[in-house]
């Protein structure tokens, strides 16, 4: 099995994705508690993700990481890749990658000026029904897991 995860201040979205039937097999979040202090925060998010990856049986992962040239960085959003990918090292996921837009793209193998509309949902994927009913954050995670 494969995830991808995209992670935003609030909650990370992951996607779980089996590469022999190419098919999603799960979409879900991991809501981060607003009551808990930050490192409290980070550890919800880690216990939770490493509790996924051993249900599936993880062993490809990837997550969508803040472009470079983002206006904003958050701090949160960072500090929560970085538990992400600390997670992955700590579990049976036996390789992961850590992309943006370009890295995906060629990953999946679509052009990068097809990743925002296949994000937006202006397009859809080839060979994935539903496509359109998944959120912006579903859709980065399905490309990410999809690239794993």
């Known amino acids: 099995m494969k995830i991808g995860v995209r992670a935003s201040p609030t909650e990370v979205t992951y ?3 089996d590469p022999n039937s190419d098919a999603i097999v799960n979409i879900g979040k991991i ?3 607003k009551s808990l202090g930050v490192p409290e925060q980070l ?3 880690r216990l939770n993700l490493l509790d996924v990856l051993r249900e599936y049986e993880v062993l490809e992962a990837g997550i969508r990481i803040l472009e470079p040239t983002a206006q904003s960085i958050s701090i949160e959003r960072v500090q929560i890749e970085g538990v992400i990918q600390e997670a992955f090292a700590s579990s049976n996921v036996k390789s ?3 992309g943006q837009i370009s890295s995906i793209s060629s990953r999946v193998g679509i052009d990068r000026t097809q990743f925002k509309p296949l994000v937006e949902g202006d397009t859809s994927l080839d060979g994935f029904e539903n496509w359109h009913d998944l959120s912006k954050t579903e859709r980065e995670a399905a490309l990410c897991a ?3």
């Open 15 to 17: 996607c779980v994705f």
């Open 31 to 33: 809501n981060i508690p």
């Open 43 to 45: 550890k919800h998010i």
């Open 96 to 98: 992961y990658y850590v």
């Open 146 to 148: 999809i690239g794993a």
